[in-house]
């Protein structure tokens, strides 16, 4: 009996709880926008909604989120005068790399006890692509870069840097420039209008060598260098540091590729030539793993999520082109090159493959696996994309090259030194 009485009284006390308590959530109808309202990049996107609850309202945010449900705006939270609350916000879509696509304006809302969340679909267009400056940069003297601004087939002066050329970048998700001393100048960061100091980072000296070796635009404005310390760092909008990673021991990091949210990095061993290719996780720096190779690696290009292309130089100085598989951890060949070295290399898709070697530009052709001399007598040193205009530029000595993506060439600008670097800041 005694028992039973317990029983009942633990029931009454629950259903007494339950009904003081509230399980009904608020409800939420947006008006505005419209569904599938079309906006643009800096465009304001404005929001309005009823929001009602049958007891009170304690909060009510608005964000506008992308497909994979993620804030591409700061969270607005709407100040609550009643209930229930008319809401009537305005988000402004100010980030440039906003792509087009399929968008959601999410109202939230919370009475202290449940929530509510309610979407409606709208479509934003992304700012087109666009080319703020064509940097072609030269040393004419080893304690100068000295950078022209190439536009209208024209070179004009843009910047002299007092630094050593130990490597140059831009940055157009940021904006940024970057110079790097090849001995004892600092990696620095600069503004690309005004040509201000954004941030710099000490050389830190490892004589008899240098310090940085090489740099690298990373995924999102990130910059990667590579030190002959064994460190390869990157670095952040603010220069603070991100990933770190450690070369095994006694090995020096050199060239550096970005694929599948993972860092490659070549590594070599200075007396006995040796180089390793490590990949590592670019959250955290973790070797993921690591495959010898007996060759100096150019680049990299990507075939697929399981395949590389690698373009290497054998100690004699002899071109290669290999297939790195992820999967199996392994290097194969697909096809000779001509006798001499590779320079630089530019993938037009995962099938074709632009390649500059000492005898001239070839096309690599996957599919049918053949090798096509589009353009002879020339040694190019590097080549650069226009992802706007679709031309391929290409350097050689003092000279500059324009080449549609069939090999025809389009244009020859000769500079009055030796060029060392080009680059294109984009709008984004």
């Not at 945010?61 to 591409?72: M, R």
């Not at 959250?283 to 373009?311: C, H, K, M, P």
């Not at 004699?316 to 070295?341: C, V």
Request: overall charge negative; aromatic content about 12%.
């Amino acid at each position: 009996m005694r028992y039973c009485c317990l029983i009942i009284l633990l029931v009454t006390l629950f259903t007494a709880c339950k009904k003081s308590g509230d399980n009904i959530a608020p409800t939420i109808e947006i008006t505005v926008p419209a569904y599938m309202t079309g906006f643009q990049v800096f465009d304001f996107v404005n929001v309005e909604a009823i929001v009602r609850d049958e007891s009170q309202l304690q909060a009510i945010t608005v964000d506008i989120q992308n497909q994979n449900f993620n804030n591409v705006i700061p969270t607005i939270s709407v100040p609550i005068t009643g209930n229930p609350q008319q809401v009537s916000e305005s988000a402004y879509l100010n980030d440039i790399h906003l792509e087009s696509g399929v968008y959601y304006v999410k109202v939230w809302a919370f009475d202290g006890f449940n929530e509510r969340s309610v979407f409606r679909e709208i479509t934003v267009t992304g700012v087109p692509l666009s080319i703020n400056n064509m940097f072609v940069i030269s040393n004419p003297v080893s304690s100068e870069q000295s950078w022209s601004v190439f536009t209208s087939g024209s070179l004009v002066p843009f910047y002299t840097f007092e630094s050593e050329y130990g490597g140059a970048a831009v940055n157009s998700y940021f904006q940024y420039l970057y110079t790097m001393g090849a001995e004892s100048d600092d990696l620095v960061a600069y503004h690309p209008v005004i040509v201000d100091t954004l941030w710099n980072k000490k050389n830190l000296g490892n004589p008899p060598l240098s310090y940085y070796h090489k740099m690298l635009e990373g995924p999102q404005g990130r910059i990667f260098v590579t030190t002959t310390t064994g460190l390869v760092l990157s670095y952040g909008q603010s220069g603070t540091i991100g990933v770190q990673i450690n070369a095994p021991m006694s090995y020096q990091p050199d060239d550096l590729f970005i694929w599948n949210d993972k860092v490659i990095v070549e590594q070599k061993h200075p007396s006995t030539n040796a180089h390793v290719m490590g990949i590592y996780y670019n959250n955290g720096g973790y070797l993921d793993q690591s495959v010898a190779t007996g060759n100096d690696i150019v680049s990299w290009e990507v075939r697929s999520n399981n395949e590389l292309y690698v373009f290497s130089n054998d100690p004699s100085n002899q071109a290669h082109m290999q297939i790195y598989e992820y999967a199996n951890n392994l290097f194969w060949e697909p096809h000779g090159l001509p006798a001499g070295k590779v320079n630089a290399t530019y993938a037009l898709s995962a099938d074709e493959v632009i390649i500059a070697h000492e005898l001239g530009l070839y096309k690599y052709i996957y599919s049918s696996n053949s090798l096509l001399q589009i353009e002879a007598g020339h040694n190019f040193v590097k080549l650069l994309d226009d992802k706007v205009n679709h031309v391929l530029w290409c350097v050689e000595n003092n000279k500059l090259f324009s080449y549609d993506y069939n090999g025809n060439q389009l244009s020859q600008t000769i500079h009055t030194n030796l060029i060392r670097d080009i680059h294109i800041l984009y709008n984004k």
